[in-house]
């Protein structure tokens, strides 16, 4: 049949149907029931409970105009729930093909078995609709199907990633529920972008519904801020409950005006929202009744048809106080890597990059501070927490940089080496030289600790051989040392992956190959080594060797660049700056930062100065351990099991302090 002609007969067959005269938020209502696994308040769904909801949820009826519905969110107001009243609003009331969009498979996977599936079992209409339908494969576990397909009758749910063109244009659609969009790829190979390609699919049905969610990221590269921004960009006003005036909540307090979240000093935990007309200061006990009485405001006419957009701070959250906020934004003072989360995820605004943190090697040089450094009587600070190490393998030397770190991501330069040999042929004598370092334990105020953790670049994978027997050889990975390889993403700093990515093959004697997100690492500490006053990234003005002024050089060698892709699409990347050439020094920052990320925040120990459970400090002699030399065939050769070097292992950091799950 002629497309025109089946939307025609679809037109007309929508308008003949009887429809129950609920809402989705009134569906939602009377059949929704939340569990205990994923909601803080299970039991009925309330709409009252998050008033905001309630136009945004029924903007998704087929009998409102509304096509395009963005929510541009912050975390924590409850929009993964307000999706799922949607999916099983149309499951249970206008059944159809309905695409649920999600980054990636894996948070496919999560989604469809910790939400879906958990929302479909906690509301008894749902259960008795779909309960039967999952299939078992012959193992008698769930398949594939149930987990990203579930059938209900009269039609499906598809549980699809972004990542996948041919899962995305095979199944036409008249529902389509975005989530996370800028977490998505923003273009697939030769398609454009997932949502077009989702969005084309859907042209057959009328009435159909296209909801994109997500909290911003970057300005200029936040999808969800584009597609707002093409909205009638409504916010929420809510009524002040001294003088009744209605206005939108916004964190910052501008001082010529009225308005924002205020406390006393020392007092952020009883912050309060001033009014912007009166200037009352409202508690928060006050917020849900403000809600309730809230309504949207359209800031904008739309310039795309039949378009919504809802923009929603934390600062409206039923279960975020304005002073938890407020604390957040005191801490995140210190950090500006927190103030770029504060930013996006909880104020729901993009955050302004500018051109790039801009960080001069002669000031980071004229920062450098005494009282640590390798060599020195004492090398590592008392406020550090552990010690993590890289390895930058190059044609002709190794450099190896100690750093020690914090809980909130503070970070030190311990000591830098540079090991001239021949590390690709296997130059024995430059990896005994290295293992030297890595095995050592530093001299803190408190006695020796030993490095946690720590990384070795394969490079391109030329330097593979080499690094793997080294890494056998002295059974490196026992000592929480991994062969390391830097992803490079078209996406730039966009692609979500972790920056440190570590999956345990279970294989024994494997060598494991751990991916470093650079381009999110560089990011991350550019922002925190521009910080001065106090600064966050710190270094010892007295290390034996020596740090030479060309090692600040190349901390400094990249600059973040805004660069259009093949598809024109604007991408943030770290390259060198012009007349650079070397940058051994930020590798191995961010791949001793990467390996400190692997560690678990809460198994660190205490800063080493207040711990009383490290070895005796050993005086300070030219060199604190022997080098264990060996031969080239040797270490070809060697077993892990047989030459491993019976070493203590570092007692000082429990055992479970490295984590097996991702935490970046
Ligand atoms: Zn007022």
Redesign the pocket.
Known sequence: MHPELRRIRQAVAARLRPKPALTVSQWADRYRHLSSLSSPEPGPWVTDRVPYDREILDCFHPDDPTEWIVFRTGTQVGKTEALLNVLLFYMHQFPRPIAYVLPNEQACNDVSEQRVDDAIKASPALRALVGGAATKDADGRKGKDSIQAKKFPGGMLFLLPATSKAALASKPCGVLLLDELNRFPRELEGEGSPVHIVEHRSQNFVERKIGLVSTPTDEGDSPICDWYAKTDQCVFDVP??????FQALNFKKSPDRLGGVVWREGQADQACYE??????W?EHHHKQEMLRHGRWRATATATLPRARGFHLSALYSPWVSWGKLAGKFLAAKKDPVLMRDFVTLDLAEAWRHGSGAVVDPDLLEQRAETGWGAGQRYEVPAWVQVLTSFVDVQEDRLEVSVWGWTVRNEGALIGHWILFGDPPTRGAAVWAECYAILSRRFRTPAGMLGISAGGIDTGSGSHWDAAAAFSKTYALQKRRQFLTKGLSSPQGENDPRPIWHQKIAKKKGTVHQVPINVSRAKRDLMLRLAKDDPPMIRFPRETTPAIAPEYYAQLCAEERVRTADATGRSVAKWRLKKGHDRNEALDCMVGAYAAFLGLDYRQLPLPCGDRGDLSPLVERTETTEPLRSIEPAAMMAATPKASAPKKPTSKSVGGDLWRRLKRN
């Open positions: 002040c409950p001294k003088c009744g005036a009014c912007a007309e009166c200037g009352h409202i």
